[in-house]
């Protein structure tokens, strides 16, 4: 479902240039559940944004479906970006003086969707994700959870095939990070989606993939193979 061939991505000019993602081949099929491990600065984030279509490679090749990612023009990286893949940031990245409801709704918006459809889907990804009775509040007064609970709905309620978390649970406490975890796979694994997930927290990939991916330098190093995925 998604094959990189020698994919990479450099930052800056010749002498003070950084591989931040240098030639790496990553093959994922539909369902899997990756774990992406690695220090900081090893390039995990480099590589989430390019299966984003956040970011375009510098070298190599990066197929979703069959489609390399380089030979999309912007529409059809935007509509990549609305329809195929779901991204969930550390940070939330809620627009702030939007509610819970016009946050979600928003790439359902942008998706072209009618008036009467959005508000049917996202007052089920609300109820999916527990907030119901939040449906007014501003990320401001909401909690960090819960936050990411919105954050988790707006990812999915384009019912993308991919899911990909940058260290989702980074700025909560350890319930709160259990409660997103248990959520994210839920949500997995009902529909059948893809998950990729970026973490320092070899524990938390242990629980939540059947591969794990470990990355040095800009290159992946190692591969776990977890028959069973662990329970958390
Ligand atoms: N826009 C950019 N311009 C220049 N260098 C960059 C840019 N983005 C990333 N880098 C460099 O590329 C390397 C990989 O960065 P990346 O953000 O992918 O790391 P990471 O594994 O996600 O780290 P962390 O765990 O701290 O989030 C780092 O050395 C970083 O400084
Ligand atoms: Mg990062």
Known sequence: MIQARHLSRYF?????????????D?????GDRVGILGRSGSGKTTLLNLLAGLDRP???TL?????NLSDLNAAELAQYRRETVGVIFQSFQLIPNRTAFQNIELPLILAGIEHRERKKRVDVALQRVGLEHRIRHQPAQLSGGEQQRVAVARAIVNRPQVLLADEPTGNLDS??????TELMLEIVNENN????????????AEACSNRIVQMK??????????SVGASL
Do not use: C
Request: aromatic share 0%; glycine share 10%.
């Open 193 to 204: 989606a893809t998950l990729i997930l970026i973490t320092h927290d070899h524990q938390l």
């Open 12 to 24: 800056g000019e010749s002498t003070g240039r950084v591989k931040a993602l240098d030639r790496i």
């Open 63 to 67: 197929e979703v479906h069959g489609r």
């Open 58 to 60: 510098s070298e190599g």
């Open 175 to 180: 319930q709160a990070a259990t409660s997103i």
């Open 26 to 30: 990553l093959d994922i099929q539909s």
């Open 217 to 226: 330098d800009g290159q992946l190093v190692d591969e776990q193979n977890l």
